[in-house]
């Protein structure tokens, strides 16, 4: 009996150890068609990928925000990839962490009328001038600073000798570099430019109406020193812009479209920048266009090709009148489907240098006549006044002046030579 027992019990550990193996087959099998699986869609995903590239979604302008505003759904996967991202970010100089947005702002603003107006046609002149850097950097000698001019002379020092020129036109635009603010965290550069927002009097109380904001000094105090001096010069009846910021100044009725544009850090990748803002500005119904461009290289008399480019391309989309600073120089002027691109117009009330090698600098004036519907018929021929960033030999008082004699034609003369073969 023992001996059947012991049979039995062996068949049934067998049956067990049957029934175990058969079960882990099963969930062996299981798995394997898991990873099966896994595997197909992997492969599937490469394929796709290859043919397609990931899904990246932005707004109206690519290029137009800061690194940081470009949002994107695709994940980057890659460590070199992030790795790239980060040190690009790290090169950004801190105007371009410049609160651009991906979208346009605009903004009309109206002006109040100044020049005499013809009632058989409508004109508008408008005047343009260079760098005004109504500041100084904290290691300058403060004595010799334009912030010492001012707490001496007040702000109706600055402009005393151009004043009436800009009273007379319809509309004075300047290229505002350096901050106006309280802010004391100094970016991490060599010059950085700041003074009271008291300081934006020196161009409301001489008949400045615009500021363009689009360069490399806009944010020498961080982002709040650029928001800061978006108020003070705003609180002064001053309209800015620059970078995506763009307005529209009535001026009798007419609309001028005005945009700033800063090409140093990107040079041709601002061209999808140029053509969007143009394109807003026209949709905004701007009867006439005036681009400024903060481009070019210091101490450089002639312009490079990023600037020819971009200038061509500002005109090409409907730009009447294109604007330059940046050099410290003058540059030449040329005439381009019957449109005036101003290279560089040089320095003009510039706190930036108490001592330059080179004082030229002009103010540039154009003439834009319209019908009764509105419509521009005539844009005149540029009216070029040299001046000189101060009003005392061997120093800056930065008081700029107007040139005679000589000295005016030796400017034009200058001018002249640049503008050949432009």
Known sequence: MSGIKDAKKKRARRRRKRQIQRILLIIAMILILIGFLFLIRAAVHAVVNKFTGPTVTTSADKTAGSPKNKKTTAKKSSKKKKSSKKNTQKKKSSEKKSSEKDTVE??????????????????????????????????????????????????????QHVRSIFKKDDLSIVNM????TDETAREAKTFAFKAPAEYASILSGSSIEAA?????????????????????????????????????????GIKVGVTGIYELADHQKRASQVKQNIKALKKAGAQVIIVNFHW????????????????????????????????????????????????????????????????DSMIVQQTFTFNKKGKLTKSSKLNIIPCSISSSSGYNDYC???????????????????????
């Open 106 to 159: 605009l903004k009309t603003v109206t002006l109040s009328k100044k020049g005499k107006n013809n009632t058989d046609k409508l004109s508008l002149t408008i005047s343009s001038t260079g760098d005004c850097t109504l500041g100084t950097d904290e290691s300058f000698n403060y004595s010799a600073s334009l912030n010492a001019y001012y707490e001496s002379h007040g702000a109706d020092y600055f402009f």
């Open 400 to 422: 700029p002046v107007p040139l005679t004699g000589d000295a005016k034609q030796r400017v034009l003369d200058k001018i002249s030579q640049y503008s050949e073969g432009l």
């Open 177 to 180: 570099e350096g901050t106006l």
């Open 296 to 359: 070019g290289i210091e101490k450089q008399y002639t312009p490079d090709e990023n600037q020819k480019a971009l200038a061509h391309l500002a005109v090409d989309e409907g730009a009447d009148l294109v604007i330059g600073h940046h050099p410290h120089v003058l540059e030449g002027i040329e005439e381009y489907n019957g449109k005036y691109i101003c290279y560089s117009l040089g320095n003009f009330c510039f706190g930036g240098n108490s001592t330059p090698s080179d004082t």
């Open 212 to 252: 363009n904001l689009a360069n490399n000094h806009s944010h020498d105090y961080g982002e709040k020193s650029y928001t800061d001096t978006i108020s003070a010069l705003e609180d002064a009846g001053i309209a800015s812009f620059g970078y995506n910021r763009i307005k529209i100044l009535k001026i009798k």
